[in-house]
């Protein structure tokens, strides 16, 4: 099922971003994480992409759906040759993948600039354009920052491509990690009054530990809050910063929720304490349904 259409029923879907595994010694977890979080009913899920273990992305997203009977997504980046690129979807439509995230992908060395394989693939724009101009059935989503992309001089910068993804047939888009609301309401009125009528998912990460914490905002350019910031400074343990990010995220989606967004999108780093704790509270506040 295309997710866009999900997105556009009165009550908010639940997603969860998995990362397919880099090496074996990450199986385990993952496939533990997967088979936990399936049991909490997710509406549909989502796997990312990196060039050296994409076989793995595509193996993953074909058996969640076979073995779970979850909806699940399958992220493709520009990593590819426009020709490998047409291969991968092939492939993945023969499998019954309904839904593909077409991003440019983060640099292989973090830091580096992005150099494009394919000088037709170079932004998240050029994918979408491509998956939609070869006459896949697929339903689109991309990427959108609510705060300003490391890359990008300014969010004017961002909203045009934003833009672009959208006309070169984006169905939905979902949103970098954030931690101030106000970042993603600016952006959905922002892209309501420029005429974008796509769902606009909030991308949404409880903060895992303070190292990761460091590492997600300096590649997300996401902005933390002073108060959380300082609370973060002041926890005792990593666990006691663990308990914050749960509150935190927490607080974003009650007030996510009453907004009536579209969809809440996990990234759950592979592990499933957080958003279970996340989805129980919200459910006893009666914000999700049981
Ligand atoms: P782009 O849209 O290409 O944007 C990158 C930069 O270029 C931005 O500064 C943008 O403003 C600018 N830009 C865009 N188009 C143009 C243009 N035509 N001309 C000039 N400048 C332009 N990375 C992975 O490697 N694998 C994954 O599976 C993965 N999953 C993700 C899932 C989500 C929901 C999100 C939000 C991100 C994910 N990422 C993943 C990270 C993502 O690839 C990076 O954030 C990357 O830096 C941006 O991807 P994009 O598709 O938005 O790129």
Not at 59 to 88: F, G, P, W
Not at 167 to 187: C, K, S, V, W
Request: aromatic letters at 6%; hydrophobic letters at 40%; proline letters at 6%.
């Amino acid at each position: 099922m295309r997710i866009a259409d999900m997105l556009g029923r009165s009550k908010p879907t639940i997603s969860f971003e998995f990362m397919a595994p880099r090496d074996e010694s990450e199986v385990e977890v993952l496939e533990r994480t997967v088979a936990t979080l399936a049991g909490h009913a997710p509406d549909w899920v989502s796997v990312t992409y990196r060039v050296r273990t994409g076989e793995k992305t595509l193996e993953l997203v074909t058996r969640i759906k076979r073995h779970y009977h979850i909806e699940a997504m399958a992220h493709l980046t520009c990593a590819n040759s426009a020709d490998r690129t047409r291969q991968i979807l092939n492939w993945m439509e023969r499998e019954g993948v309904a839904n593909v995230l077409a991003l440019r992908g983060d640099p292989p060395i973090s830091g580096e600039p992005f150099t494009p394989v394919d000088p037709q693939l170079t932004h998240g724009s050029d994918l979408v354009s491509l998956v939609r101009r070869s006459g896949y059935r697929f339903g689109i989503g991309a990427a959108c920052s609510a705060e300003k992309h490391p890359e990008s001089p300014d969010v004017e910068h961002e909203f045009r491509y934003m833009k672009l993804k959208v006309e070169a047939g984006a169905d939905f888009l979902i949103t970098q990690l954030f931690f101030d609301n106000r970042f993603y309401f600016n952006l959905v009125s922002r892209a309501r009054a420029a005429g974008i009528g796509v769902p606009i998912v909030p991308g949404l990460m409880p903060v895992p530990s303070r190292r990761s914490l460091g590492v997600m905002t300096a590649m997300s350019g996401a902005t933390v809050p002073a108060e959380l910031q300082s609370a973060i400074d002041n926890a005792a343990d990593d666990d006691a910063v663990r308990a914050l990010g749960v509150q935190h995220c927490i607080a974003q989606c009650a007030e996510l929720i009453e907004a009536r967004v579209p969809g809440l999108h996990f990234y759950t780093f592979n592990r499933a304490r957080a958003p279970i704790e996340i989805l129980a509270a919200l459910r006893g506040q009666q914000l999700l349904a049981s």
